[in-house]
């Protein structure tokens, strides 16, 4: 008995000891924490993903996310307020936690703000506000002092108190009275509204101002624009011109370039875009507001992953919306001349193709010295060569990297400027591109033969 109830013993102990180490039989050991590994699902609305500082803006997004618990789905309502409607109802069917909002149209927003309240979602406003609408946050650059930058900056050139005055600059400084057009976008954007009137209200502080004219463009659409500085150019030429965003900033700089006016007239916009930075390199643009895109994407993301998770977040003032004080946070901007544009470079020269195209006149100069160097000896024949090949090489070739050499040598000795259009074609087949005075002989005498 005593043998036995020793092997009883031994045997319970066993039970009892692997009980404790495995736990109980038929039950899984919870391993999954599933409350603290899931990750937060943040939707962004984007009125368009076509600007570049949308662009911006997802990629400092998307860089956190794949470092945070943070899933984002990103939709693009490609400027159609319909398609936002559609995008607000998907994300919320998919029950995201927080919805930053990029309204199309700031007054149908108040609709788009009253679906997602309802389904208990946060909303933060980025850039846009829509009117009367009770969001939870609004993060967005300093649109007034956008607007007060631009205008102080025009005042400055037209005074001459820059440190690096162009030619045509020196002669507005000259001048006693100026008058500036302000290019606006779709009467009911807030965002345009506040830049244009910040604008306005500097200028006429200016007793030397005529007379400032501002233009609404619904939409913002940049052909109106177009439009709408061809006839200020007919009717009577603007000292400069002020663009609320670079869409209708590049709308304007086309439209001076085909009379050879982008550096007699002042040119200065809000955003910051790729496009509008090699402008403002290649000497074709004067000065830029940047937003700081950057910024604007991780305070927007700090807002939503603090409301989802706490219900509130750090704000730091509070702005009046109809009916509603909007916890919001302004992001500081800055005015970048052709002097800091490397700050602006930086941003979008990740793969080095702004460099590319900074160096593209100098590649061209010494393309330009090799060729005389060749028809040295050969004078006549040199030049018959240039003048038969530039009309079938010239044209497939000269649009992708002659056309930059050519605007150079058409602007009075001014070789700051950098072309890029299309239009200066015609330019190129008359000066032929290289040494204004060498080619323009070889290829004048190319045309007589």
């Not at 600007?51 to 997802?58: L, Q, R």
């Not at 006429?204 to 709408?228: D, R, W, Y």
């Not at 994407?297 to 919306?321: C, E, R, S, V």
Request: aromatic share 4%; hydrophobic share 35%.
């Amino acid at each position: 008995m005593g043998c036995r109830s020793f092997k009883l013993t031994t045997v319970l102990l066993l039970v009892f000891l692997t009980t404790l180490i495995t736990g109980c039989p038929g039950k899984k050991e919870p391993q999954q924490k599933p409350d603290s590994q899931e990750k937060i699902k943040i939707g962004v609305s984007l009125a368009s993903m076509e600007f570049d500082g949308n662009v911006m803006i997802k990629k400092v997004m998307d860089e956190r996310a794949k470092k945070e618990k943070v899933k984002i789905t990103w939709l693009d309502a490609k400027m159609e307020p319909s398609q936002q409607e559609k995008d607000i109802d998907t994300l919320v069917q998919q029950k995201v936690q927080a919805i930053i909002l990029q309204t199309v149209d700031p007054l149908a927003g108040a609709k788009l703000v009253e679906k997602i309240t309802q389904a208990n979602i946060k909303v933060i406003g980025l850039e846009t506000l829509p009117f009367n609408a009770p969001m939870d946050g609004y993060v967005a650059a300093d649109h007034t002092r956008a607007g007060e930058l631009m205008a102080q900056f025009v005042l400055h050139q037209m005074n001459g108190q820059t440190e690096e005055t162009q030619g045509s600059q020196q002669q507005s400084s000259a001048k006693s009275s100026f008058k500036v057009l302000v290019l606006k976008g779709d009467p009911s954007d807030p965002v345009s509204e506040l830049i244009a009137t910040a604008a306005n209200s500097t200028l006429k502080q200016n007793k030397n101002i005529e007379k400032v004219q501002i233009a609404e463009h619904p939409q913002g659409n940049p052909l109106m624009a177009q439009m709408t500085v061809q006839k200020a150019l007919q009717e009577s030429t603007p000292d400069a011109i002020l663009a609320t965003d670079d869409r209708l900033a590049e709308a304007a700089i086309k439209v001076l370039q085909k009379g050879f006016l982008d550096s007699k007239i002042l040119t200065v916009a809000v955003g910051g875009d790729q496009k509008i930075t090699q402008a403002l390199s290649g000497g074709e643009h004067d000065a830029e507001i940047d937003i700081m895109p950057e910024q604007l994407a991780g305070f927007a993301l700090d807002a939503a992953l603090d409301l989802a998770q706490k219900d509130t977040w750090n704000y730091d003032t509070k702005i009046k919306n109809g009916n509603f004080d909007i916890p919001s946070k302004i992001i500081p901007v800055r005015l970048i001349t052709r002097e800091q544009v490397h700050l602006l470079e930086a941003r979008w020269d990740k793969g080095g193709k702004q460099e590319d195209k900074k160096k593209k006149p100098e590649q061209q100069k010494e393309q330009s010295d090799s060729q005389e160097q060749s028809s040295g000896g050969g004078g006549e024949d040199s030049g018959q060569e240039q003048g038969g090949q530039g009309g079938e090489q010239g044209q497939e070739q000269g649009q992708q990297e002659k056309k930059t050499k050519l605007k150079i040598v058409t602007q009075d000795g001014k070789t700051m400027e950098v072309e890029v259009p299309g239009e200066i074609q015609k330019i190129e087949q008359q000066d032929g591109g290289g040494n204004q005075s060498q080619q323009e002989g070889e290829q004048g005498g190319g045309e007589s033969q």
